[in-house]
């Protein structure tokens, strides 16, 4: 591959982690002491859901994107971000082709679920998943300083992929962590939860939850589904 002259414009969305600072830093950094970028553009970095159409449907976005690359000559895009963000590189990345302006897309992974396919971790989910330990050890500490029992259930992020609340076991390791432990990858039974709930709780005079949001029925229908909950711009 040539090298490629040019300037590079480096962008963020999705919800923050306590390292998305460093990972911005790293392309920022890496960009500046680079001898084929000639500018870094960077604004004040916040976060977006905004969801890009495709293309073919409506090109409108993109077209004020190519239009912006060319002024600047911006022939770098780093995107630091989740699978949304990951899915707006790969459309720009392909329009770029397309229309045949020579610019390399790169996506820098940034998501506590640790699901991005390609990367072996994602920054973030490690500092996630301690917290998900100690959030869940300082509930046990609650949930079992009183006579009176208490079911507790504790609800993890992770719609699709049970990383986040898997950690909730690195908890249990020393002695305060959850009886039981559901996530998104296998089929939720509300009958077989219960019964296991209730075991629980009258073998010990309590019991604690630990939950993905993500889980749901045989059917695909999310447990925790409401019919009348409106959706954002990526459903």
């Known amino acids: 591959m040539s090298e490629l002259k040019g300037a590079c414009i480096i962008g963020q969305s999705g919800g923050p982690t306590s390292v998305i600072n460093a990972s911005a830093y790293g392309v920022i950094r890496t960009a ?5 970028i000639t500018n870094v553009y960077s604004s ?13 449907e409506d090109d409108t ?7 912006v690359f060319k002024k600047h000559d911006v022939r770098y895009f780093f995107y630091n971000g989740g699978n949304d963000s990951m899915d707006t590189c790969n459309k720009i990345s392909k329009y770029m082709q397309k229309v045949g302006y020579e610019c390399r897309v790169m996506g820098v992974p940034k998501t506590i679920d640790n699901d991005l ?8 989910y490690a500092s996630a998943a301690k917290y998900i330990a100690t959030s869940l050890m300082e509930v046990y500490q609650d949930a079992h300083v009183y006579d009176t029992g208490m ?4 609800e993890i992020m992770g719609r ?5 609340t898997a950690a909730a076991a ?9 009886d ?3 996530l998104p990858e296998t089929d939720f039974d509300m009958d077989t939860f219960l019964a296991d709930v209730e075991r629980i709780y009258k073998e010990t005079g309590s019991c604690m939850v630990a939950v993905s949001e993500g889980i749901h029925y045989a059917d695909g229908s999310f447990v925790s589904e409401a019919k009348t909950s409106a959706t954002d711009g990526f459903g």
Do not use: F, N, Q
């Not at 976005?61 to 239009?67: F, Q």
């Not at 396919?117 to 973030?124: A, I, K």
């Open 32 to 36: 500046l002491d680079s001898g084929c």
């Open 44 to 56: 004040a970095l916040g976060s977006c859901r905004y969801k890009m159409k495709d293309p073919d």
């Open 117 to 124: 396919y390609g990367t072996d971790h994602c920054p973030g």
């Open 180 to 182: 039981l432990i559901y």
């Open 160 to 164: 699709h992929a049970g990383w986040l």
């Open 61 to 67: 976005d993109y077209k004020r994107i190519l239009e």
């Open 170 to 178: 690195l908890a249990t390791k020393y002695g305060a962590g959850p």
């Open 151 to 154: 079911i507790c259930i504790v």
